[in-house]
């Protein structure tokens, strides 16, 4: 016997479709049976093949769609003799109507009788030999066949579809072959031997009663409708039998059972796998990490320790190698990070280059220092397939003696982002410092939506002034926010918190119209020769189109473009790339384009004239008290050498002293920024300030 697949059942719906089962095969054995040619007896459908298993199913099936379909092909007929009738053909219509019940009739009483009188009534002119089941098949097929020739005669009633109601005819032709097809599935003969007979009457009838283009053209449309509902039925019986035998297989319902507990076990215990586990490196996931470190929770009598890893550069290893190098590398480090682990830790891949460690700190434990600096030293060690390039390690470690996972993975996260801050491979432990910054980040995430419908936030703005210290330049547009519990909030602790609460975009448009007001004043006032300066990082342009938006505003505003100077940070060198396209759209609308921070980044020559960049600000970092550190000097001077090179102006940040000035006048600086000339103010005050220069 052919050998079929088994399908799997799910749970307690499985056992029941088995229970079923286990009914259906009783009833078959009582109703299908067949005489043994020896004596004539009746055996049980339990010694029938797997053929005539699959033949019971179909005649089952077929027995239930016949009466189905019975009720539509009536009503059909009775519509068509009605529109025969109402064309002049009453005597015609009305015995093609006694044709068809009458043989509608006889299918219905096939269906209806028990399928061993149905034989028994067929048994002198079938075949020696065959069977209840094809007997009954037998009999549905030559009434299919019948009905199909009485709504052949459906040319008649039409004149050989040249009369006026043809489209109803045809409609009602094309509709019923259809439905035979839809409802005779599980045995193709019931149906072809019902459509062929009336699809081939009008093909016969277009073609030969006034032919012409048209009814030629649609005699073939019919032909090829013919086929493909042929194909269909084939197509459709094909799978009724691969179903049934699938379902006629097991030789037991007791070990159809047994198998499908096996099976259904194994299947849950893949599946619960596969839900807890990394399938690349074969780690636990962030699923399975969480089950085990509430377990570890549950009993632990010491302080936990988890560590929140993040491989360092990590994108560009994609990036340029490729994400089959990607992964190798991954499963290679999560080989190393395992042999590094310390007796009962917990390692998981949570997703991407993060991964997580927890162990409990008994007397025997490793200290956290150690093995973050042991695990940094291993991930860094060359890979086979990454020639001349390192791979880094960047640790959060968290220290708790409560049994809440969730907040010590939000802990560490903070503490590998401290991390990440100080450089590649380095290691942070979670302090009262980062906790307290963690709690701002909540509150402010929280707060920030009602705070902007409210316009509570503020833009100020620090004056920028030209060589000799005192001409006004322009200004820096710098976003404030005085929370009513944590006091004065960073605008870089802004930006990322708007951009983890989904708010970038309605904070950028803020400062947008703030940055508008300002440059509109300016504009009534005298003053285009100024411009105004607003940060935007790289992260933020990866985020938003932030192009358009700029556009959008300069345009609703009708403002000159070049009174608008976008700095952008040095961040990465990727993250200036990324970049690229949008600086490059802002600069052909006339924007200026500065580098913020300079000096502290990434950013190479290439860049900045690739950009057309018209100014960079050098670091504070460098500016700071530069009369007295002949390094930052001799930095500066270079830059400016650079300047004049390439054709870009140079901003000096951080000016704070008489004695710096001087310095940077000396060395000719084109324009300055800091505290020792104003500190940033509202933007009432930069008004103020600059309608008393106009007076002045």
């Known amino acids: 016997m052919t ?117 028994a009534l067929v048994q002198r002119i079938a075949a020696p030999g065959a069977g209840v089941i094809d007997l009954n098949l037998r009999v549905h097929w030559m009434l299919a066949l019948c009905s199909g020739l009485v709504w052949a005669g459906v040319a008649l009633l039409c004149a050989g579809y040249t009369a006026p109601g043809t489209l109803f005819y045809l409609t009602c032709v094309c509709g019923i072959t ?21 699809l081939l009457a009008i093909i016969a009838s277009l073609v030969l009663v006034e032919p012409d283009t ?35 297989e097991a030789t037991t319902a007791s070990q159809a059972l047994e198998v499908a507990h096996r099976d259904l076990h194994q299947f849950a215990e893949r599946m619960r796998y596969q839900a807890e586990h990394d399938l690349l490196t074969g780690l636990l996931g962030r699923a399975g990490f969480m089950a085990a470190a509430q377990a ?26 490729g994400h089959d190098a990607g992964d190798q590398v991954l499963v290679e480090v999560a080989r190393r990070l395992q042999g590094c682990l310390p007796a009962g830790a917990t390692l998981a891949r949570l997703g991407g ?136 909030i960073a605008a870089p ?45 790289p992260r933020e342009m990866e985020r938003l189109v932030v192009d358009e938006l700029v556009v959008s505003m300069l345009k609703a505003h009708r403002l000159p473009a070049r009174m608008l100077e976008i700095e952008i940070t040095e961040e990465t060198a990727l993250d200036l790339q990324a970049a690229t396209q949008t600086l490059v759209a802002l600069a052909l609308q006339g924007v200026r384009i500065a580098i913020d921070d300079f000096g502290v980044g990434y950013s190479s020559l290439g860049f900045l004239r690739q950009m057309q960049v018209s100014r960079v600000k050098i670091d504070r970092s460098f500016v700071t008290g530069l009369a007295d550190q002949t390094e930052n000097q001799a930095l500066v001077s270079a830059v400016l050498q650079l300047a004049g090179s390439f054709g870009f102006q140079v901003v000096a940040e951080g000016v704070e002293s008489a004695e710096d000035l001087q310095t940077l006048q000396a060395m000719h600086c084109h324009a300055m920024q800091g505290y020792y000339f104003a500190p940033p103010m509202p933007a009432a005050q930069a008004r103020a300030r600059i309608e008393a220069l106009a007076q002045a």
């Open 353 to 488: 280059d993060e991964f997580v460690i927890l162990y409990a700190l008994d007397a025997q434990a490793e200290l956290p220092e150690l093995l973050a600096r042991r695990l940094i030293e291993v991930v860094r060690q060359p890979f086979a397939r990454l020639a001349h390039r390192h791979i880094g390690l960047s640790l959060g470690i968290t220290l708790s003696d409560r049994d809440d996972i969730d907040e010590m993975l939000v802990c560490s996260d903070a503490a590998m982002y401290q991390a990440k801050r100080r450089g590649r491979n380095q290691f942070c432990v979670f302090n009262e410092t980062l906790n307290a910054h963690l709690q701002m980040k909540r509150d402010v995430e929280r707060d920030l939506a009602g705070a902007l419908a409210r316009r509570e936030l503020a833009v100020w703005f620090q004056p920028i002034v030209q060589h000799d210290g005192q001409t006004l330049d322009g200004f820096e547009a710098l976003l404030r926010w005085q929370h009513g519990k944590h006091g004065a």
């Open 178 to 198: 259809a439905g035979a097809v839809t409802h005779g599935f599980a045995y193709a003969r019931i149906p072809i031997a019902f459509i062929t007979p009336p």
């Open 3 to 119: 050998r079929y697949s088994r399908t799997i059942p799910d749970g307690k719906a499985g056992c029941t479709r088995l229970a079923d089962r286990q009914q259906e095969m009783m009833f078959r054995m009582k109703m299908f049976h067949t005489p043994t040619p020896q004596t004539g007896v009746q055996a049980p459908a339990a010694q029938l093949s797997l053929q005539q298993l699959i033949r019971a199913d179909q005649l089952a099936a077929l027995r239930q769609t016949v009466l189905l379909s019975i009720p539509v092909n009536m009503v059909l007929g009775a519509i068509c003799t009605f529109v025969a009738w109402r064309a002049g053909h009453l005597a015609i219509a009305l015995l093609w109507l006694a044709c068809s019940g009458m043989v509608n009739l006889l299918r219905i009483l096939a269906c209806r009788l028990p399928v061993q009188r149905v034989a």
């Open 296 to 321: 570890m929770a549950a009993r632990r009598e010491e302080v936990l320790c988890m560590m929140f890893l993040d491989l360092d550069g990590f994108k560009v290893i994609n990036d340029a190698y």
């Open 214 to 248: 048209t009814r030629v053209a649609l005699a073939a449309a019919v032909l090829l409708y013919l086929g493909a509902l042929i194909r269909g039925s084939k197509v459709s019986e094909g799978l009724v039998s691969h179903a049934s035998a699938l379902k006629n």
């Open 493 to 537: 602790d802004l930006i990322e918190i708007a951009a983890l609460a989904g708010l970038s975009e309605e904070l950028l448009r803020f400062i947008l119209e703030e940055v508008a007001g300002m440059i509109a004043f300016l504009q009534s006032s005298g003053r285009s020769d100024l411009r105004i300066s607003m940060n935007i990082s």
